[in-house]
């Protein structure tokens, strides 16, 4: 069997991802590909393009380039916009031709970074990764490049950087702001948001490891969150501040910070099979099943879609991401929330709660997305 | 001035005014991409066979089309492309989508893309393959190869030609005339319009082709002509095979250009030619009155609004018109003449870039610009612009006339350009 779509959407690619998870950083993030990549980001994939100057380029690949392994036009143009637009970083990512002709990126970030004396580092992606496996690379790029050292830990607030947000899964701005309020609200102090703006430090490069616990909100910082457990042993807790879920989720951080030990914040929230589900990226939809787990004792089973299998799921939940197999896990869905374009999937006779996903829809249902952080269905009668 | 995104058009080379490097993509999306083109075949059904990155982009523009039924995708895996046979995987992900119809589409439209050039898969097996396992749909051989095209054709050149190819020689019919190869109908008040229609000859468009054997139908025109760029390969390829004569009568914005192509035309159809010196004064008038209307506010043109946007720059410039800026990031063949013309008559003509790296950062404050395309509106922050692309069907002296007046209407009307030139595909069904 192939992977075929005949009616859904692919989510949001690898490249995509890494372009968004890097965009309010600073840096220039160089997509070596022909075309495409960048017109196809920047319409469906980024809310933000329109009116923020965030350097994203494409090499313009061509046949003969490519096949004759000239790299050199890839290099200068790119030492050319760098040293016009003087970057905080270089990011250098993949497409499907550099990667199969073997283009040596590393090679050339040593070029490109010894010319420059701009920290450059490859995200590696290659088209075929869905956005989360392109974003999580990404932000674990960029944590290496610039995490250097270990802060003292503070005594008297914890100190916590958020990591994995971009509008792909928190298209609405309000939801990365509230996520920081909540951690204001329980007495910690959030020092950054890795990937979008939540009105707290917009320049984070060299406070990476001035935080006590790392607060992964989507999987797209799983990777960079344990890079730092490993190399810094800053713990982290997976885990969105849903309805539900804040009191959980706060105590989870608090533990973390006592015991020094990543955790999960919605695995030991038990759930029972059920046909009622929720579908999306992993710690998001998770979260939001265990809040309503925990505040309305009401199942839901989780189909995660991404491919990014680092952040685990229970074991009433899944990971489901080819069209065969989200339409086969729906098939006796009672109810199911899920972006509006997993409706041509669904039972027809299956309660629908539209939960829209830049990440699947693109800029589609844009106007509906919720602040997360504040969705309720139940409350709002919806299931 | 920064030569790296604006250079005065006397310091200009010719056909690259900028060097080459990384590309930026403006938030501007009017003009039509291959899935809208594709859209066009009456009821085809797409089939893209590649990665996911690369998958997004076309599916998510059929979807804010409101046509995802008329999509689909075989999606590459790392594994497949590097392990696997591409022949292999390309025929059996096709073969398995189409078992999943209830009710074949008549016609698909085959996109393999970069990857499978490289991997040299064997695209005449597949279609065989495809043709004897699914007798009844017609499969059309486009691509989505854009490492292609800076050096060969551009999918948008291979689809055009792709979906003319189904077309047969028909018995020709002597009435009926092609035009081809745009994504805008013509304007049905243009001259060449006109001069058909009063002449006896009925029009045939794509447009015009709701169903299958109504677009077979074009297998019968007596004459096919093109008047967009991107066409003329794909017309050209379509004319040669069905032995149809063929005229490529481009978008002109120059008088004596005009004149001529209509001269082309009548006489290869036998038809007297009009005088066309009252149009002539006609257009005058108009841009004399724009002239006025403007009262010396600087106007933009962009590359997407129109294939001849340095002619109407020189229209415009030529009956004293304010034009500061043409936004093009090369210059056509045939704009050579005009462009030239341009050097020496109005040296101080800015170009400016729309695509290098710097072209992100230029300050986006000319709200007092009237801007002639999409791209000119977003470079200059201004809300005063003709929202327009690929030359909107006008043609002739008319065209001329009508895009005086959508000039004049932009100066005087304030639009929601940010709500308007993300939108893709102007003209098609927006979602958003």
């Keep these: 069997m192939r992977n075929t779509f005949k009616i859904l959407p692919v989510l949001t690619g690898d490249v995509s991802g890494a372009a968004s998870a890097l965009f309010e950083l600073g840096g220039m993030t160089v997509i070596h590909d022909p075309s495409g990549c960048n017109s196809t980001y920047n319409t469906h994939d980024e809310t933000r393009w329109y009116s923020n100057d965030s350097l994203i380029y494409i090499t313009g690949l061509n046949d003969v380039d490519a096949i004759t392994g000239n790299d050199e036009k890839f290099i200068n143009s790119t030492i050319e916009a760098a040293q016009e637009l003087n970057p905080k970083f270089i990011s250098l990512t993949n497409s499907p031709i550099p990667f199969l002709n073997g283009t040596d990126f590393e090679g050339i970030c040593k070029i490109i970074s010894g010319r420059t004396g701009i920290t450059t580092f490859h995200v590696d992606t290659n088209a075929t990764g869905d956005y989360i496996s392109g974003a999580s690379k990404a932000f674990e790029a960029y944590v290496k490049a610039f995490a250097v050292s270990k802060a003292l830990r503070s005594t008297d607030q914890i100190r916590v950087g958020i990591i994995g947000a971009t509008p792909l899964d928190l298209a609405n701005p309000e939801s990365v702001k509230s996520v920081a309020s909540f951690l204001a609200d329980y007495g910690f102090e959030p020092v950054y948001c890795l990937g979008m703006d939540a009105g707290l430090d917009s320049d984070p490069q060299d406070k990476l490891t001035d935080v006590d616990v790392n607060l992964v909100i989507s999987s797209a910082g799983i990777r960079a969150a344990i890079f730092m457990e490993e190399k810094f042993n800053i713990p982290y807790v997976a885990g969105f501040p849903a309805e539900g879920m804040k009191d959980a989720l706060a105590g989870a951080v608090n533990e973390a910070y006592k015991s020094g030990v990543s955790v999960c914040a919605y695995s030991n929230i038990v759930r029972s099979a059920s046909d009622r589900y929720i579908v999306g990226e992993p710690v998001v939809a998770s979260s939001i099943a265990a809040g309503i787990k925990r505040k309305y004792d009401i199942d839901i089973d989780v189909i995660a879609v991404t491919v990014e299998g680092l952040v685990p799921v229970a074991e009433v939940d899944a990971y489901s991401c080819t069209e065969d197999t989200i339409t086969e896990a729906l098939k006796s869905a009672g109810a199911v929330i899920a972006d509006p374009l997993y409706r041509y999937v669904c039972p027809a006779d299956a309660e629908f709660i539209r939960l829209p996903h830049l990440a699947m829809s693109g800029r589609l249902y844009l106007k509906e997305v919720p602040d997360l952080c504040k969705f309720d269905p139940i409350k709002e009668g919806l299931l | ?432």
């Design chain 2, 1 to 432: 001035m920064d030569k790296r995104n604006e250079i005065r058009i006397k310091d200009a080379s010719f056909p690259a005014p900028f060097a080459a490097g990384l590309e930026f993509n403006a938030p501007v999306h009017g003009t039509w991409n291959i899935v809208h083109i594709g859209m066009q075949f009456p009821m085809a059904h797409q089939i893209y066979i590649c990665a996911d990155n690369c998958m997004r982009g076309v599916v998510m523009t059929a979807a804010e089309m409101g046509m995802l039924d008329r999509i689909s995708g075989v999606v590459l895996s790392e594994e497949e492309m590097v392990s696997d046979d591409i022949t292999r995987v390309t025929l059996e992900g096709i073969s398995e989508l189409l078992h999943k119809f209830d009710k074949l589409p008549e016609a698909v439209i085959v996109f393999p893309v970069c990857v499978h050039h490289f991997l040299s898969c064997d695209m005449e097996y597949v279609y065989s393959h495809l043709e004897e396992e699914f007798p009844g749909v017609i499969f059309m051989r486009a691509f989505m190869d854009p490492i292609m095209q800076k050096l060969h054709l551009t999918p948008e050149q291979t689809l055009r030609r792709a979906m003319l190819e189904p077309v047969k020689a028909k018995e020709p019919d002597d009435r009926q005339i092609n035009i081809l190869g745009c994504d805008m109908p013509l304007d049905k008040n243009s001259e060449l319009y006109s001069l058909l229609t009063s002449n006896g000859f009925k029009v045939r468009e794509i447009f015009d082709c709701r169903t299958v054997e109504s677009y077979m139908d074009l297998g019968a025109g007596r004459l096919n002509i093109c008047n967009y760029p991107t066409g003329d390969h794909g017309v050209k390829a379509f004319s040669e095979r069905c032995d149809i004569p063929y005229l490529y009568l481009p978008l002109a914005v120059d008088y004596d250009e005009i004149d001529k192509e209509l001269k082309l035309m009548c006489d290869t159809l036998g038809i007297e030619m009009p005088d066309y010196q009252d149009r002539r004064s006609e257009c005058d008038r108009a841009l004399s009155d724009l002239k006025v209307h403007l009262d010396g506010a600087p106007v933009a043109i962009d590359y997407t609004v129109h294939p001849r946007p340095f002619g109407i720059a020189y229209l415009l410039l030529s009956h004293g018109i304010n034009v500061a800026k043409v936004f093009a990031d090369k210059v056509t063949d045939e704009e050579k003449d005009v462009f030239e013309k341009l050097r020496k008559e109005y040296p101080d003509l800015v170009i400016a870039a729309t695509i290098t790296p710097g072209a992100r950062r230029i300050p986006r404050n000319d709200s007092d610009v009237v801007a002639v395309g999409q791209k000119a509106a977003w470079f200059c922050g201004t809300k005063h612009f003709v929202n327009m692309v690929e030359g909107g069907g006008l043609f002739g002296y008319e065209g001329i006339i009508r895009l005086a007046g959508l000039i004049a209407e932009a100066y005087d009307t304030e639009s929601d350009t940010e709500d308007i030139v993300p939108r893709k595909g102007l003209g098609c069904v927006s979602c958003i």
